[in-house]
């Protein structure tokens, strides 16, 4: 087993083709591999790669050093460590503890993904963090987070004859789409969120840390926030835009205006967006937070797996 570096045209194809069977559950690594990230590995099955060919949506084909039954998995090396691993049992935990450290130039702050492969990861990084030092304690995660992962079914999908009803809002309220000019009267809205959804305990969230998150986001995903006679009250925003997927998540109404339909309406809106580009639209919930876990179910989405995220 060995990390090979995900660099060239070729890899980034051979990544699109490892993930996709797989991207309901990693969209936001696909995100990354469609962006081409340079902080990308592959973990592949021996030190030795197989010539393979990639057969392109032309029909035409490329050569490649590996094929998708060389890769057992992919990983963003970053502060934030984004991965796709169907199958951790076939990776070798003690090479990865004694490998990773070469490949890592920062301390890992999250884990986030499907929730076997994450566990696995948080043990090998949790003596990443402690920097292998086998007489210095492991550096376990702060808080650790726990979410069904959900899939919007089509009407086909679902078996049913028509698409869900779209949210009717009683009137007085507009849904608009979010630009940099809204960054300001959007803070509120997403500092509340992030302290109730991502807070780490003893970590207060900043000011400047709301500012750099909203930033991304209206810069590099969608964003929908719902308005009450022109004041917004409820926002919500794509968070990954994968290769056939698209992550739904910051859904986020100020208390004094929730069990108004106004998130459903939200997600709705992100959800005809997404499919009219031809993705189709994933989120995950808290595994407690029935109200949406049900709202969710009632716009179309079905539960397809676990998810977790780690925070250091």
Same mark, same amino acid.
């Given at each position: ?19 996709? =069977?797989?991207? /309901? *559950?990693?969209? @936001? ?5 469609? %962006? ?6 592959? &973990? ?118 028509? =698409?869900?009803? /779209? *949210?009717?809002? @009683? ?5 608009? %789409? ?6 300001? &009267? ?66 986020y109404t100020h208390p004094l205006y929730r069990r108004n339909g106004y998130a459903g309406a939200l997600v709705q809106a992100l959800c005809n967006r997404a499919l009219r580009s031809g993705k189709k639209p994933v989120l995950f919930v808290k595994e407690k937070n029935m109200p949406a876990f049900t709202l969710y179910r009632k716009l179309g989405f079905e539960e397809c ?8």
């Amino acid at each position: 087993m060995t990390l090979i570096p995900v660099e060239t045209p070729e890899d980034f194809l051979l990544a699109q083709q490892f993930i996709i =069977p797989h991207e /309901e *559950t990693c969209a @936001s690594l696909a995100s990354l591999v469609r %962006r081409k990230s340079d902080k990308l590995v592959f &973990i592949t099955t021996s030190d030795e790669p197989v010539v393979s060919t990639l057969r392109l949506g032309s029909g035409t084909v490329r050569p490649s050093a590996y094929s998708t039954t060389d890769v057992l998995g992919i990983l963003n090396l970053d502060s934030t460590i984004y991965h796709c691993i169907p199958d951790p049992s076939l990776l070798d935990a003690d090479f990865l503890k004694e490998q990773l450290p070469y490949h890592m130039k920062k301390p890992v702050r999250c884990i986030s993904g499907e929730e076997k492969a994450t566990n696995f990861l948080i043990e090998i990084f949790n003596l990443v963090n402690g920097g292998f030092d086998t007489a210095a304690p492991t550096q376990p995660p702060k808080i650790i987070y726990s979410y069904k992962m959900m899939r919007w079914l089509s009407a086909s999908e679902a078996g049913v004859s028509k =698409p869900p009803a /779209e *949210t009717v809002l @009683s009137g007085g309220e507009e849904i608009i %789409r979010c630009t940099e000019h809204d960054m300001e &009267i959007l803070h509120p809205l997403q500092k509340d969120y992030m302290k109730e959804e991502v807070a780490v305990p003893g970590r207060p969230i900043t000011d400047a840390e709301v500012d750099i998150s909203l930033r991304q986001i209206l810069k590099n995903q969608l964003c929908f926030a719902l308005t009450v006679d022109g004041d917004i009250v409820a926002k919500a925003n794509t968070n990954a835009i994968g290769i056939n997927c698209v992550q739904i998540g910051g859904v986020y109404t100020h208390p004094l205006y929730r069990r108004n339909g106004y998130a459903g309406a939200l997600v709705q809106a992100l959800c005809n967006r997404a499919l009219r580009s031809g993705k189709k639209p994933v989120l995950f919930v808290k595994e407690k937070n029935m109200p949406a876990f049900t709202l969710y179910r009632k716009l179309g989405f079905e539960e397809c797996g676990r998810y977790t995220i780690a925070y250091y």
